[in-house]
């Protein structure tokens, strides 16, 4: 699941690419809850491991020494996990000099090599040495940038690319330690769980560790404030924007996303961002308590960039608190579509883009879809082949977007102006927080036939069941602008004939005239 989510969110980054748009301080502890989240969660056992970190340096290369005890099972059996493939990256290779250092201890290989099980003494304390090495043959660049980075100026890794982890329960909240020793003195020190802390003692679940990133070097760090809670940024390397114009970006783009939610319980938030190789490339992911950032050095301020750090945030609740049932590509209509529409609708009330710029965007979704030779598949093959083919990967985005703004008119319209899209929304979330509502095609249907009646649920379901055309409401952007269909060959007379809708501004009105942007909730 891990995996799937992460390389979701790379695709999402490729995605937007094209016409689519995919010191030394005192020791601190945190307590950590869900993905993104903090909690005052308590250990549920007496499990914890301990780790100790330091470089070593080679001649042509550096490596990161590991050193981590954990009690063992009764049994005198305790099988440990060593970075595997993440994300198509292959980490194993990476992992060097795995040896015991507890008395009569054995590693032991399994028929899986990334599995091995330690023989000890029952309930014993196990020691364990290992060195990290970078295994990357190339520049960094998209395709090989979630491995991990070491040399002689900084570090980057993901917790599942670097760290070896007993195999217990994933969920179950343990008492972990760090230790950074021999850390050069001029570097600074940036992960998941706190800002240049040398030792760190949190509580988190192997879930929520693994999900960690860790940053050290010649990285800037600076820091501001979304309700109160810091935010940080943790970057190097020269860029056409400076350090307080993206942390800025950032720290907007949280602030109205939390207020939509009403949810501001982060009280720890970083993101981190790494050179990469490239032409106007970037991908991302979503970390525990951050977000990873991964930009060509030419990358500017732009809607994409704006885009990928806004839908990718998003997903901290629409994915992550709002549980979504597997398969899950049955639903990414709502997941990713969904988060589309959100995410250019929250950037424009952030007045991060212009209405111009949403209508425009919006646009060219609308041209996609129309024009694509998978419009009309069914939602079968989007579960089969969402992976795999680049097509059907982007038709779910396409579908729930257009789906969003035509069900955010048809509520608005059924209830006289009282209600959105917004209000569906936050029912959603507010049920699966409390009443561990968990996202389904028949779960969904249950609350839009509530909402917009069984007209709208029937649409949306010919659509994504059996393929069908969704038709855009002329409605679908307000008051201030209409819509014209557009008749397209591909071909010039044999050519199949497209019917592409397109919203224009009405003669007589003004884009940022009052009922213009309150349509779209800006105040």
Request: with cysteine.
């Amino acid at each position: 699941m891990i995996k799937k989510f992460t390389v979701l969110l790379f695709i999402s980054s490729l995605f937007i690419n094209n016409t689519l748009l995919l010191g030394t301080t005192a020791p601190a502890t945190h307590i950590y809850d869900n993905k993104l989240n903090v909690s005052s969660n308590k250990p549920e056992n007496n499990n914890f491991i301990n780790f100790g970190i330091e470089p070593f340096y080679e001649i042509n290369k550096v490596r990161f020494i590991v050193t981590m005890e954990f009690p063992g099972d009764r049994s005198g059996e305790t099988k440990i996990l060593l970075p595997n493939e993440f994300a198509g990256q292959n980490n194993l290779d990476g992992i060097k000099f795995l040896k015991p250092l507890s008395d009569n201890t054995t590693v032991n290989n399994t028929d899986k090599p990334e599995i091995k099980i330690v023989r000890h003494p029952p309930e014993s304390i196990i020691k364990l040495y290992y060195q990290v090495e970078e295994i990357r043959d190339d520049d960094i660049e998209l395709g090989n940038h979630y491995m991990v980075i070491l040399n002689k100026s900084y570090f980057h890794f993901l917790g599942e690319t670097f760290f070896i982890l007993p195999m217990w329960d994933w969920y179950s909240n343990i008492r972990i330690s760090l230790s950074w020793n021999h850390m050069p003195f001029t570097w600074t020190l940036a992960n998941s769980f706190g800002i240049n802390e040398k030792v760190q003692n949190i509580t988190a679940t192997l879930a929520q560790f693994s999900g960690s990133i860790f940053t050290g070097g010649d990285f800037r760090i600076s820091k501001k404030h979304v309700g109160g809670n810091p935010v940080y940024l943790s970057i190097r390397g020269k860029w056409s924007f400076s350090d307080d114009q993206l942390l800025e970006l950032a720290k907007n783009i949280l602030s109205i996303e939390r207020n939509f939610w009403n949810d501001h319980n982060f009280p720890y938030h970083i993101i981190t961002v790494i050179p990469i190789d490239g032409s106007g490339d970037q991908g991302g992911t979503g970390r525990t308590n951050a977000y990873a950032l991964y930009l060509s050095t030419d990358r500017k301020i732009d809607y994409r960039l704006k885009r990928i750090l806004a839908h990718e945030s998003f997903h901290t609740w629409l994915g992550d608190k709002i549980k979504f049932s597997e398969p899950e590509t049955l639903v990414y209509w709502f997941k990713e579509g969904f988060c589309d529409y959100y995410t250019r609708l929250l950037l424009l009330r952030a007045n991060l883009i212009t209405l111009e710029e949403y209508v425009d965007e919006y646009n060219k979704i609308l041209y996609a879809y129309h024009t694509s030779s998978v419009r009309n598949e069914k939602n079968e093959r989007i579960a089969g082949e969402f992976w795999t083919n680049k097509n059907i990967m982007k038709l779910p985005y396409m579908r729930g977007d257009i789906i969003a703004h035509n069900l955010n008119a048809i509520i608005y319209k059924n209830s006289g102006g009282i209600k959105s899209l917004d209000d569906f929304m936050r029912d959603i979330y507010n049920r699966s927080i409390n009443e561990s509502l968990v996202i389904s095609n028949g779960s969904l249907s249950a609350l839009i036939r509530f909402y917009a009646g069984d007209k709208a649920l029937s649409d949306i379901m010919k659509c994504v069941n059996s393929g069908e055309i969704i038709k855009s409401r002329s409605d679908a952007l307000g008051p201030c602008f209409y819509m014209e269909i557009e008749s397209y060959r591909k071909l010039w007379l044999i050519g199949e004939l497209f019917e592409i809708p397109t919203y224009k501004l009405k003669p007589e009105n003004n884009s940022n005239t009052k009922k213009c942007m309150e349509w779209f909730g800006v105040n």
